[in-house]
């Protein structure tokens, strides 16, 4: 967690952050570049400026604390960025990084915390839904708000078609362990061209399914990388409820993370987990898997099919699961909500 207490004759920051990246929204006038300002004064010991920042609880020196405003050319922030680790790093939206060609990757490669201060949310970083913030003041006392929340649906109930944006293993997870159920197929063809099923369009397959018919549909996306189309999800929804359509949503961390959850695992990760290695909780839980389990994304291991048993399987001598694996406890959580027309062995 990323702590930032920043303080003034005019205002003070209480500011908590998790995991990599972050972003701040807010119109003119809302503060967000503000906390730039006084950031840079409290580097510079300006204006009677005081404050801490901290990460995981321990507070850090100035000399891992960056804003990047609009002051210094563009050489200087990307040379910057490539040569500080473990830092945090405050982007003004008005920045020249953000001309650089390759800005998107010397983010992802980048082992430092960000916080950006924008309107939006870049589609070419995968930001959590719930690494999206506000400010909120309360007379001197400026705070973060979430600006998008997780749906936390508890019951899934009568469900007829899945939607996912996973085109592999979570996407075959849903087909062979619910059988019952017509599941979304790995690619969509749109005007003559064959597209693989991805987050980004998300929302318009959505949409496309509605108007071709689908109801009761279930929504699987992961939380974890998703926060900049939600806006654009949550439109197609309004358009859902207009038209009657019931659709429920599933909005875990991702694939992974509900794997890593089972209890042969028994791990739980979330966005503060992933500290400034991992871009996103996805990417952590893909990470663990294959040390456990030599983890493909691409294809579901056999061991979670719960219409498989564990002796058809080529590794089955050499497993250091098939003791503690119990194949009905595969199918877990608010997942047993769902009303398969099915059993689930």
Not at 11 to 20: C, D, N, R, T
Not at 128 to 156: A, D, H
Not at 238 to 244: E, G, L, V
Not at 331 to 344: A, D, P
Request: proline share 1%; net charge positive; glycine share 6%.
């Amino acid at each position: 967690m990323l702590e930032i207490n920043l303080e003034n004759r005019k205002f003070k920051f209480y500011l908590k952050f998790y995991g990599k990246l972050n972003f701040i929204f807010g119109d003119s006038g809302g503060h967000k570049s503000y906390l730039a300002e006084v950031a840079l004064n409290y580097l510079d010991g300006l204006h009677r400026t005081k404050g801490s920042f901290k990460i995981d609880g321990k507070e850090i020196g100035q000399d891992r604390i960056l804003v990047f405003d609009n002051k210094n050319n563009l050489d200087t922030y990307v040379f910057k960025l490539k040569n500080i680790h473990n830092c945090i790093v405050i982007i003004d939206e008005f920045c020249k990084i953000h001309k650089e060609k390759s800005f998107g990757q010397l983010i992802m490669e980048s082992e430092n915390y960000f916080i950006f201060i924008s309107r939006k949310v870049y589609g070419f970083l995968p930001v959590n839904v719930q690494s999206v913030y506000s400010l909120s003041r309360n007379g001197k006392l400026i705070t973060n708000i979430n600006v998008y929340r997780k749906f936390n649906e508890k019951y899934l109930g009568d469900i007829k078609y899945i939607l996912t944006e996973d085109s592999s293993s979570g996407r075959q997870f849903f087909a062979r362990n619910f059988p019952g159920i017509e599941v979304c197929s790995s690619s969509i063809n749109e005007n003559g061209k064959k597209h693989t099923r991805d987050n980004s369009q998300l929302h318009n397959y959505l949409l496309n399914d509605i108007n071709n018919g689908k109801d009761n549909i279930l929504v699987v996306y992961d939380s974890s990388a998703n926060a900049s189309f939600y806006p654009l999800f949550l439109e197609i929804l309004m358009i859902c409820r207009k038209k009657h359509k019931t659709v429920k949503i599933l909005d875990w961390e991702s694939f992974e993370a509900y794997l890593l959850a089972l209890p042969v695992f028994n791990e739980v990760y979330d966005v503060d987990d992933t500290r400034c290695q991992f871009n996103s909780v996805e990417l952590l839980c893909e990470s663990r898997l294959r040390e456990l389990i030599n983890y493909k994304k691409s294809s579901l291991p056999v061991c979670f099919n719960s219409m498989v048993s564990c002796d058809s399987c080529t590794n089955f001598y050499n497993c250091k699961l098939k003791a503690k694996l119990d194949k009905s406890g595969i199918v877990s959580g608010i997942l047993k909500t769902i009303n398969n027309n099915k059993k689930v062995i």
